[in-house]
């Protein structure tokens, strides 16, 4: 009887496992419809250039203690869809940010917008955390107000390139990891939503002051260099230079919006893997933040 039973054990453990360990299909990859651009072709470096190796289309940047490494699209542009594959450096990573985003701050310091992916570093014993954030008109003198949220990812990102997007229409900014949706953040008033032309950036930086834990582990450069490899750049943004220009769809039909099954993946990913909410945190004023 035991002999019977362990296989359909072992079948159901499986697909539990299966079913509670990844994300349903979203039954569309936005990816797909977006051409990959030569890095040299879209981006150009912008700080840290010994701290980076390009090698055909896959760009290498590094943090060591002499310095870390940025890039910066060439255009600015007022939507579109941005993404890259990323592999993270293993180990122990704490006080290391690892980013992909879209700001304005080079044309409105102190006052700027963007719409960020960053991985948190961390320590071996930990995962790592993805945080995705937006900022409108910040203030620039340390009171700026973030709209964190903050995911455990269903795989480990340093073992293999995923993919991370950013869809920024006119009317919401829908965050995506190997084509599944993960955040959408609509447009509920011009107050809360940024409306200005971003340009698109990467970097690798030491913020040991917040990202592991508020900053209780440090960046140790004991373990340097820490590592960020960049490959396959998607880029279908509407740029300044264009009078008229229609962004991207996320979702199988042209009109935008998430499909049921996109939804249905994004519910999953909010339900399993989100750690942190802005909109759920206590300790924020949130006369600040309306839109929750």
Same mark, same amino acid.
Not at 15 to 23: D, F, I, R, V, Y
Not at 25 to 41: A, L
Not at 207 to 226: C, D, I, L, M
């Given at each position: 009887?035991?002999?019977?039973?362990?296989?359909?054990?072992?079948?159901?453990?499986?697909?539990?496992?299966?079913?509670?360990?990844?994300?349903?299909?979203?039954?569309?990859?936005?990816?797909?419809?977006?051409?990959?651009?030569?890095?040299?072709?879209?981006?150009?470096?912008?700080?840290?250039?010994?701290?980076?190796?390009?090698?055909?289309?896959?760009?290498?940047?590094?943090?060591?203690?002499?310095?870390?490494?940025?890039?910066?699209?060439?255009?600015?542009?007022?939507?579109?869809?941005?993404?890259?594959?990323?592999?993270?450096?293993?180990?122990?990573?704490?006080?290391?940010?690892?980013?992909?985003?879209?700001?304005?701050?080079?044309?409105?310091?102190?006052?700027?917008?963007?719409?960020? *992916?960053?991985?948190?570093?961390?320590?071996?014993?930990?995962?790592?955390?993805?945080?995705?954030?937006?900022? *409108?008109?910040?203030?620039?003198?340390?009171?700026?107000?973030?709209?964190?949220?903050?995911?455990?990812?269903?795989?480990?990102?340093?073992?293999?390139?995923?993919?991370?997007?950013?869809?920024?229409?006119?009317?919401?900014?829908?965050?995506?990891?190997?084509?599944?949706?993960?955040?959408?953040?609509?447009?509920?008033?011009?107050?809360?939503?940024?409306?200005?032309?971003?340009?698109?950036?990467?970097?690798?930086?030491?913020?040991?002051?917040?990202?592991?834990?508020?900053?209780?582990?440090?960046?140790?450069?004991?373990?340097?260099?820490?590592?960020?490899?960049?490959?396959?750049?998607?880029?279908?943004?509407?740029?300044?230079?264009?009078?008229?220009?229609?962004?991207?769809?996320?979702?199988?039909?042209?009109?935008?919006?998430?499909?049921?099954?996109?939804?249905?993946?994004?519910?999953?990913?909010?339900?399993?893997?989100?750690?942190?909410?802005?909109?759920?945190?206590?300790?924020?004023?949130?006369?600040?933040?309306?839109?929750?």
């Amino acid at each position: 009887m035991a002999l019977v039973l362990l296989p359909l054990f072992l079948f159901m453990f499986t697909t539990s496992t299966n079913a509670q360990g990844s994300p349903p299909s979203p039954g569309y990859k936005p990816s797909s419809s977006i051409d990959t651009v030569d890095f040299q072709e879209a981006y150009q470096p912008l700080w840290g250039p010994q701290n980076q190796r390009l090698d055909d289309s896959s760009l290498t940047m590094w943090l060591d203690k002499s310095s870390g490494s940025g890039f910066k699209s060439k255009k600015s542009y007022k939507s579109g869809y941005f993404g890259t594959s990323v592999k993270l450096h293993p180990g122990y990573t704490a006080g290391v940010i690892t980013s992909f985003y879209l700001s304005n701050n080079e044309d409105h310091p102190g006052n700027h917008d963007e719409v960020d *992916i960053e991985f948190l570093g961390t320590t071996p014993d930990k995962p790592y955390t993805l945080q995705t954030n937006v900022y *409108i008109r910040g203030s620039g003198d340390g009171n700026i107000i973030g709209r964190e949220q903050k995911f455990h990812l269903w795989f480990d990102p340093t073992e293999d390139f995923h993919d991370y997007a950013m869809l920024w229409t006119p009317s919401e900014i829908i965050f995506y990891v190997d084509d599944v949706p993960i955040r959408r953040y609509p447009r509920k008033s011009d107050a809360t939503f940024p409306l200005r032309p971003m340009y698109v950036y990467g970097s690798i930086w030491d913020a040991s002051s917040w990202a592991t834990e508020n900053g209780r582990y440090k960046a140790n450069y004991g373990y340097q260099p820490f590592v960020g490899r960049y490959s396959n750049f998607k880029l279908d943004g509407c740029d300044t230079s264009q009078q008229s220009c229609r962004p991207p769809s996320g979702s199988p039909t042209t009109s935008g919006g998430l499909s049921q099954k996109q939804i249905a993946a994004m519910q999953w990913v909010q339900r399993n893997c989100k750690v942190y909410d802005y909109c759920s945190d206590s300790k924020r004023d949130h006369s600040q933040t309306p839109e929750c």
